[in-house]
Every structure is written in structure tokens, then in C-alpha cells.
């Protein structure tokens, strides 16, 4: 491939790793341990990811397990749990804490749905974005010793990426969506 051109698909492909890490936070009817990649927790006046103060487990289709390496972190977990908008109150016995997951009503769903199809849609606008900026930089190359078919070509071929990624954008989408409503 034109190295003109993988510049852009570098682009596109990180625009689909950041999309694809965004639906792993929203929860479906199923307990995900990524509904906590986002939460810190302060360990010793640092904020730290809760994944690096404890053990975390799915005993349970609807129930996360944290057992932190250390009993004093018990009540720092649960502050930066409760200040997170998971909107789950969590449950310890001292040493561990337990987070169960509620049955999503038919309204969640839809509304989890909604927010899918959005952040769909950011990353197909920003995959557009990508493909408008090649694009640009095809067209200042007029004039150059770059011919003007090769400038189509690569237009061409952009437009080729492109479709690609939002396509990929749409079957994760999709999929998520599926995902979610599936009870």
C-alpha cells in the first residue's frame, strides 16, 4: 500500500480501537469487568486504575468481585465506585467488595441502544473527518510531479478505506446493539 495513504488508515484504525474500547464500558444485561476501566481509585494519593489495586472476577453472570491486595483499599474502592456514574451501590464483608448487576429494563436497553448508535456515528464522522483530510492533501499535490491519475487513484482508493472502516464502525454497532437488547 502507498505509504501516502497508510497514514490514513492508521487514523481509521484508531478511530476503531478508541470506538471498539468505548463499547466495551457500556454494560449490557451481563456483568463486564470493563464498566471499570474508567474508575480510579486513590492508592496512597495516587489515582490508580481499580484493576491495579485488587483482584477482579465475574463469579456471577450479574455480579463483579473485587478483592483488593489490600483490606485498607476496601473503603477508597467502594468511595471511587459510589462517585463513578455506574450507578451501582457496592457491597462489601470487609474484604471484599461485590457490585450485582441489576436486570436492565426494556427503557435501558433502548436508551444504552441510543448511546451505541451515537458513538457509532462520532466515529463514522470522524473516519469522514480522516478521509477529508487525505483528500485535501491530494489536492495540494496538483501541480507537483505527481500526476493528476495518480491523485485520483488515491482519492480512489481513500474512498476504499473509508467504506471499509464504516462498515467496520457499523457491525460493532450493530453487534453492541444486539448485545444490549438481548435480555
Known amino acids: 500500500m502507498n505509504e501516502r495513504l497508510q497514514v490514513y488508515e492508521d487514523k481509521m484504525k484508531k478511530t476503531m480501537a478508541s470506538l471498539e474500547s468505548e463499547l466495551m464500558t457500556i454494560r449490557a444485561g451481563r456483568a463486564n469487568p470493563n464498566v471499570l476501566n474508567k474508575i480510579m481509585v486513590d492508592y496512597y494519593g495516587t489515582p490508580t486504575p481499580i484493576q491495579q489495586v485488587g483482584n477482579v472476577s465475574v463469579p456471577e453472570p450479574r455480579m463483579i468481585q473485587i478483592q483488593p491486595w489490600e483490606k485498607s483499599m476496601v473503603k477508597a474502592i467502594e468511595k471511587a465506585i459510589n462517585m463513578s456514574d455506574l450507578g451501582i451501590n ?39 473527518n480522516i478521509r477529508r483530510d487525505g483528500n485535501d492533501a491530494w489536492k495540494k499535490l ?42
Do not use: H, W
Open 142 to 183: 496538483k501541480g507537483t510531479d505527481v500526476s493528476e491519475d495518480e491523485i485520483k487513484d488515491l482519492e480512489t482508493q481513500l474512498q476504499k478505506i473509508t467504506d471499509k472502516y464504516v462498515k467496520e464502525v457499523d457491525k460493532a454497532v450493530e453487534a453492541k446493539a444486539k448485545e444490549v437488547m438481548t435480555v
Open 90 to 128: 457496592p457491597t462489601n464483608d470487609g474484604s471484599v467488595i461485590r457490585l450485582v448487576f441489576p436486570e436492565l429494563t426494556e427503557e435501558r436497553r433502548k436508551e444504552l441502544v441510543k448511546d451505541v448508535k451515537k458513538k457509532g456515528e462520532q466515529a463514522k464522522v470522524a473516519v469522514r
